[in-house]
């Protein structure tokens, strides 16, 4: 019922930038937020960055003053900025979207496939 289409990884060098984008499509009525998580192997999913419908923002302390997270409502879409990207970024990527599908229904997560990023020389 609700599909997230992440877009935007690949390989980069230290110190280079990604966006990564995720596009959210089906019977949404209400989003409450949405937001990028990371897990690299051996590791548990982290948060990196969410943004709630109203604007609100929130990041992991390992990423601020190095990504930015920001949406688009009309479009459903939100994207990451990455800049200064670091080894240790390396990670695939995944977005989580926070909403309803029925108004009666309370929200939940859905989650896209990931998109791989590896920062390496």
């Known amino acids: 019922q609700v599909q997230l289409v992440e877009s935007g990884g690949g390989l980069v060098q230290p110190g280079g930038s990604l966006r990564l984008s995720c596009a959210a499509s089906g019977s949404i009525v209400s989003i409450y937020a949405m937001g990028w998580y990371r897990q690299a192997p051996g590791k548990q999913r982290e948060l990196v960055a969410t943004?709630?419908?109203?604007?609100?923002?929130t990041y992991a302390d390992s990423v601020k003053g190095r990504f930015t997270i920001s949406s688009d409502n009309a479009k459903n879409t939100v994207y990451l900025q990455m800049n200064s990207l670091k080894s240790e970024d390396t990670a695939v990527y995944y977005c989580?979207?926070?909403?309803?599908?029925?108004?009666?229904?309370?929200?939940?997560?859905?989650w896209g496939q990931g998109t791989q990023v590896t920062v390496s020389s």
């Open positions: 989580k979207l926070v909403g309803r599908t029925r108004w009666i229904d309370p929200d939940r997560d859905y």
């Open positions: 943004i709630t419908s109203g604007g609100s923002t």
